[in-house]
């Protein structure tokens, strides 16, 4: 849950590192922002740059961004819950809603890749999860989606290498 005065990371190439969140959008009295919702925040830090780079965004602007990541854990319709290890958003235009970078860097939701496809975003990064299955049944041991597993673990079936996109609830 992000609110006002959150320092987020910047998931995308648009040249910003961290920005300070200063209002969730979408409602009068709406005070959280979530995955998929929109902010407005400021630039608090820049990548480096280097020879021949060209940043679109500078220290101290005003930009909108929509959520990608947050700590908070989210239970999807099927039972899982995910959360991200940290609090990320997209730099986005104001007027056509589509991304200032033009990668997005590790993990997204397909929910927010379904709602955002024709924006042109180009998504880059770790979308694999592993989840703990039970051997006899095949089913998972629990509902949480969790990072990543030793290969010991993997080869004595108790792991199994999940694609994020294929959850239809995400």
Sequence with gaps: ??????ILDVA??????????????????????SVGDLIVASIREMRRQGP????????????TCVVVRTKKSNRTSSGF????????????????KGPLGNRVLGPVTEKLKKARTSSGFSYSGST?????????????????????VTEKLK????????NMSSLSAF
Excluded: E, H
């Excluded at 849950?1 to 959150?6: P, T």
């Excluded at 819950?81 to 056509?96: C, E, F, K, M, R």
């Design 81 to 96: 819950s995910y959360s991200g290890s940290t609090n990320a958003v997209v730099l986005v235009d104001p007027n056509n």
């Design 12 to 33: 995308d190439n648009s040249g910003a590192k961290k920005v300070n969140c200063i209002r969730v959008l979408g409602g009068y009295k709406k005070k959280t922002a």
């Design 52 to 63: 021949g780079q060209q940043w679109k965004v500078k220290k101290g602007d005003v930009v």
């Design 128 to 148: 694999n999860a592993v989840v703990l299955v039970d051997p006899n049944n095949k089913g998972p041991l629990g509902n949480r989606v969790l990072g990543p």
């Design 155 to 162: 080869k004595a079936g108790f792991a199994k290498i999940i």
């Design 1 to 6: 849950m992000i609110q006002a005065n959150s």
